[in-house]
């Protein structure tokens, strides 16, 4: 059983455009969020994260939404470039610093 | 700091033999964890160490797979005997307050 599900194996976007990535986890104790992004032959790299007294928080090109009522989060990127090509994973923990449960991950594709 | 160290890089075994895959996480890092990944499920926590003791295990497949940290500085994750649905990515990080470390992975095929 999935705690934390990303339901699109892959994303196509054009340069320049928006990109938004979705996840959704099913245990309502989480309450830290991260994004995790992997290129090929290398380890998943911290992205950004979100706590949950929080519903949005900022960093350049990268955004993330968090709605707790829904159990959803977003990841938005903008604008998007070919370099940000690569599996971004969403991850979940009850306790910042313990394990963290990820989803399956979105494959992102910007074409140029 | 060299970031976490995961070797080898890549191993082919072939089905039926013991594999060990090892780690050395960041010094000064008080926990480690070893995933897996897949395509259908992506990374899957295996097992995890907090001060080099196994908190969580519930994630290890089988009894074909162990792991152990002797020391704050390596770990290892064995599998015996190995069988072709072992094949993928094993990944381990390692921790502190303020997040997350992961190496680059070992690539397993079991044929």
């Known amino acids: 059983d999935q705690q934390v599900k990303q339901n699109s194996p892959s994303l196509s976007v054009q340069e320049g455009r928006i990109s938004i990535l979705n996840c959704d986890y099913t245990?309502?104790?989480?309450?830290?969020f991260l994004w995790y992004k992997k290129y090929p032959a290398e380890g998943p790299t911290f992205l950004i994260s979100i706590s949950s007294i929080k519903d949005k928080n900022e960093d350049g090109r990268f955004t993330v939404f968090l709605n707790k009522s829904a159990k959803h989060l977003s990841l938005h990127i903008v604008p998007s470039q070919p370099g940000d090509s690569a599996v971004y994973f969403c991850?979940?923990?009850?306790?910042?610093?313990?394990?963290?449960?990820f989803g399956a991950g979105t494959i992102l594709r910007v074409k140029s | 700091d060299a970031g976490v160290i995961q070797s080898p890089r890549h191993e082919v075994t072939e089905m039926g033999q013991e594999v060990t895959l090892r780690c050395k996480p960041i010094s000064g890092h008080n926990s480690l964890f070893w995933y897996r990944q897949t395509m259908m499920r992506g990374l899957e926590l295996l097992i995890y160490f907090n001060n080099n003791v196994p908190i969580d295990d519930s994630g290890m497949p089988e009894d074909r797979f162990s792991a152990k940290m002797p020391n704050a500085s390596f770990s290892t994750l064995k599998i015996q005997p190995s069988e072709p649905r072992d094949s993928a990515v094993y990944f381990c990080?390692?921790?502190?307050?303020?997040?997350?470390?992961f190496g680059s992975g070992t690539r397993l095929t079991v044929v």
């Open positions: 991850a979940a923990s009850g306790e910042y610093g313990n394990k963290l449960v």
């Open positions: 245990n309502s104790m989480f309450d830290y």
């Open positions: 990080a390692s921790s502190d307050s303020y997040g997350y470390t």
